[in-house]
């Protein structure tokens, strides 16, 4: 069969130091046709040392074709683009967040071409924990799931990388921003400008990928009880979130995230306390390659406590990207689509709804009554 002919939009550090790699390493089912940045100078040597078309808008790449599916790296909101691709009849893979809001979603069928990435999802180390769960009794055996992130400046993290900077004009900049402004005051009911920030870069931008994974173990977390913010004068600040884990009421959450510039590492722990041991994940910065997730299952047999410890060092963005050949070629359901990603960003607009309840910042958010919200 053919390589998959694809087009990637936006060039910056996600593209350079993991995506546009991976596509080189599986040129047996990927070919790279198109690339796109707002950065024109950035998208054009990008586009030389790839001996491929460089755009500097993304609709004007569509349009002149060559490819059958787009890769979606941008910051933001994604829904224009995403759109854009889906009414061209091009497959789509974008990365998460895919909207600010639900409302940008309208119209995309549940059927739709698209494929919204959570590499976690396809962590070798994930299926082999969901595996493992399954063993234990599932779900229902779950008393408590707690998510655990320390997470250094990105900058910190990408001192091996010396990934180019993409430096688009100001103007184009400020457009973009103006847009994403407008949809995140629709979606909070808020001009507030820590609430936006917070749902765009803490929230749905820092632990959209937990809420995803969570997700596919267990389904959207039943309620959001609590949501604390802080520092008050440190931002990005950190994050605690917790409440009821499954509809049954069986089992709670407990999702940190703090971000500590100077910090060491990257460090995300994910444990799963059940009624027979526990299940423990250990994720590594995601810029790293190759790098292995750890699970520890930790059990007894007898008067002793056993501890069996798995790595596998296969690239979950490597894995996810193969699911996306399989998708266009196959019609294989990835694991997160339009409804995964409808539900995510409920799933962030209840925490972001419960903390500024807690924070008394008047809001009016998006995702009202309906599914429970708490």
């Not at 430096?167 to 820590?194: F, I, K, N």
């Not at 802080?230 to 884990?245: C, M, Q, Y």
């Amino acid at each position: 069969m053919d390589p998959l002919r694809v087009a990637v939009v936006g060039l910056g550090v996600m593209a350079q130091v993991v995506y546009l790699p991976l596509l080189a390493r599986r040129r047996d089912v990927f070919k790279v046709c198109a690339v796109c940045d707002l950065d024109r100078n950035h998208a054009e040597t990008l586009g030389r040392e790839l001996s491929v078309p460089a755009y500097d808008d993304a609709a004007a790449m569509m349009d002149a074709g060559g490819f059958e599916a787009v890769i979606i790296l941008t910051a933001g909101s994604h829904a224009r683009l995403v759109k854009d691709a889906l009414d061209r009849r091009y497959w789509v893979l974008c990365e998460s967040p895919l909207a600010y809001s639900r409302a940008e979603l309208n119209g995309i069928p549940g059927d739709a071409r698209l494929m919204v990435g959570c590499a976690k999802q396809y962590d070798p180390a994930t299926y082999r924990l969901q595996e493992e769960l399954h063993k234990v009794g599932g779900a229902g055996a779950v008393r408590q799931m707690d998510i655990s992130i320390l997470h250094p400046s990105d900058e910190s993290q990408l001192l091996f990388a010396r990934a180019r900077a993409s430096r688009p004009v100001s103007e184009r900049l400020a457009v973009q921003r103006e847009a994403d402004d407008e949809v995140l005051t629709a979606a909070l009911g808020t001009d507030s400008e820590r609430l936006r920030r917070l749902y765009a870069q803490v929230v749905l931008g820092g632990v959209g990928q937990e809420l995803a994974l969570m997700r596919l173990l267990f389904g959207v977390p039943a309620t959001v009880d609590h949501v604390s913010v802080w520092p008050a004068d440190v931002f990005p600040p950190s994050i605690e979130v917790s409440g009821v884990l499954l509809d049954s009421g069986c089992g709670r959450y407990g999702l940190r995230r703090h971000c500590l510039p100077s910090y060491p590492a990257y460090h995300e722990t994910v444990a799963v306390h059940h009624e027979h041991g526990s299940l423990e994940l250990d994720f590594l910065t995601p810029y790293l390659l190759n790098a292995p997730t750890t699970l520890t299952v930790t059990s007894r047999v007898g008067t002793t406590e056993r501890k069996a410890v798995y790595r596998d060092i296969a690239e979950a963005f490597e894995r996810q990207l193969i699911a996306f050949n399989r998708f266009v070629t196959e019609e294989e359901p990835p694991l997160t689509g339009i409804e995964g990603a409808l539900a995510d960003i409920g799933a962030a607009q209840r925490i972001i709804r419960r903390y500024a309840e807690w924070a008394g910042i008047p809001a009016k958010v998006e995702r009202a009554e309906e599914e429970g919200a708490q």
